[in-house]
């Protein structure tokens, strides 16, 4: 729904999108089907070759290979080579001291959204990210708009706590950046929002920017 409604929406066809770490595929092919209208090429990076084998299939099987271009390489390297204008990217988000945990590849640092920050520092003119209630999202969005971002648009939705996520060395360790207000969350959920960052110029002023209205509902989880 998001990569649908924020980011297709968003683009030209001109446009070159580039997508970070692509698993099955299956957010971005569903998105080129119902959107149905998508005459650009969005890109995707993933590292692991069978996630990468999986998203190229999937593709085909989809009938979407000509929208999307699956590469079994690392992203950054491949924005060397690029000029994306618009990045889509669901990032590990799992905060944790270290990544010794239970699935180290959904680590995303110490506060959970240093992956995330790196993303958003790389001066692309438009970012549709995924952001985490319990990953210290102030701090996050607060970053975006010292990027030059304002925020768009967003979705909600609320997540329960699953296997990861639920570690007691995960719960601990976010439990404890909760009395820091680093992280935001109840016994039963947290919620994950799909955001819309654009840099802000002259058409997009910053009276347009939903941040705060944003983090008042992801801070209000107690």
Not at 132 to 142: A, F, G, K, M, R
Not at 172 to 181: A, L, N, P, Q, V
Request: charged share 20%; net charge negative; with cysteine.
């Amino acid at each position: 729904m998001c990569v649908s409604k924020m980011a297709l929406k968003e683009c030209r066809d001109d446009e070159q999108v580039i997508e970070f770490g692509t698993g099955d595929g299956s957010p971005v092919i569903h998105a080129l089907e119902s959107w149905g209208r998508y005459g650009g090429v969005i890109h995707g990076f993933e590292i692991n070759p069978s996630a990468a084998a999986a998203a190229r299939n999937n593709a085909a099987a989809h009938g979407v290979t000509n929208s999307y271009k699956v590469q079994n390489s690392c992203f950054f390297k491949g924005l060397e080579q690029a000029s994306p204008s618009m990045l889509i990217a669901n990032p590990p988000y799992i905060a944790a001291p270290d990544d010794d945990i239970l699935m180290p590849a959904l680590h995303g640092g110490i506060d959970g959204a240093v992956l995330t920050r790196t993303l958003m520092s790389l001066g692309l003119d438009k970012a549709m990210l995924l952001i985490s209630s319990y990953s210290n999202p102030v701090e996050t969005l607060e970053h975006a708009r010292s990027e030059g971002y304002i925020l768009r648009d967003f979705m909600l939705t609320s997540m329960p706590f699953g296997t990861y996520s639920s570690e007691p060395k995960v719960m601990d360790w976010i439990t404890r950046m909760k009395r820091e207000s680093k992280a935001f969350f109840t016994s039963k959920t947290y919620l994950l929002a799909g955001v819309l960052l654009v840099k802000a110029q002259a058409a997009v002023k910053r009276q347009d920017d939903l941040t705060d209205e944003l983090l008042s509902i992801m801070t209000a989880l107690h």
